[in-house]
T-cell receptor, first 111, second 116 residues
Framework: EDQVTQSPEALRLQEGESSSLNCSYT??????LFWYRQDPGKGPEFLFT???AGEEKEKERLKATLTKKESFLHITAPKPEDSATYLC????????????FGQGTELSVKP | GAGVSQTPSNKVTEKGKYVELRCDPI?????LYWYRQSLGQGPEFLIY????????DSGLPNDRFFAVRPEGSVSTLKIQRTERGDSAVYLC??????????????FGPGTRLTVL
């Protein structure tokens, strides 16, 4: 069964304290891995797409990496405004456009 | 340009009633998706439209749920005989198209449905 698992469920950091969020996946054929940010009461906001192992993408303090079994979202010197839930999702070959999401990691950055 | 919009933002209904949730995708996006998100969980796929047709409705939980997209733009998710377990945030997303690998989905703010 195709599955996406994110860890930890919740992460508390001090401002400036770098860390990583993990997204592990077990799927029949990965067509793309997506990272989204979701603020309370809002819809997910697109961050990155990764397509093949070894690929990396960066945006401000965020860097996403991909291996054959997992993806990491590295947060460098986070600020309080980075506080949100980060969602990972996969798209699978022969399953059309649908995304399968993990349960998310709730990040809190304290000043 | 305008993003994905959803109406209403909140809907409170009684058990057994019928509800309709509306989604306006980004202009020019041919693919449209519905997801459902329960508290503390990631979004769960319901149905995907490519143009006017439902390309994949495998996520609809039962026959009380139905969705249409008659002109290939606006979509309506319809829930009959609502149950308390239907309470969730219903998210809509759109993408340029749904078949290629380069398929970023952009989400609306969601409709929070509460069934009393």
């Amino acid at each position: 069964e195709d599955q996406v698992t994110q860890s930890p469920e919740a992460l508390r950091l001090q401002e400036g304290e770098s860390s990583s969020l993990n997204c592990s996946y077990t799927v029949s054929g990965l067509r793309g891995l997506f990272w989204y940010r979701q603020d309370p009461g809002k819809g997910p906001e697109f961050l990155f797409t990764l397509y093949s192992a070894g690929e990396e993408k960066e945006k401000e303090r965020l860097k996403a990496t991909l291996t054959k079994k997992e993806s990491f979202l590295h947060i460098t010197a986070p600020k309080p405004e980075d506080s949100a839930t980060y969602l990972c999702a996969v798209r699978i070959y022969n399953q059309g456009g649908k995304l399968i999401f993990g349960q998310g990691t709730e990040l809190s950055v304290k000043p | 340009g305008a993003g994905v919009s959803q109406t209403p933002s909140n809907k409170v209904t009684e058990k057994g009633k019928y509800v309709e949730l509306r989604c306006d995708p980004i202009s020019g996006h041919t693919a449209l998706y519905w997801y459902r998100q329960s508290l503390g969980q990631g979004p769960e796929f319901l149905i995907y439209f490519q143009g006017t047709g439902a390309a994949d409705d495998s996520g609809l939980p039962n026959d009380r749920f139905f969705a249409v997209r008659p002109e290939g733009s606006v979509s309506t998710l319809k829930i009959q005989r609502t149950e308390r377990g239907d309470s969730a945030v219903y998210l809509c997303a759109s993408s340029l198209e749904g078949r290629s690998s380069y398929n970023e989905q952009f989400f609306g703010p969601g409709t929070r449905l509460t069934v009393l």
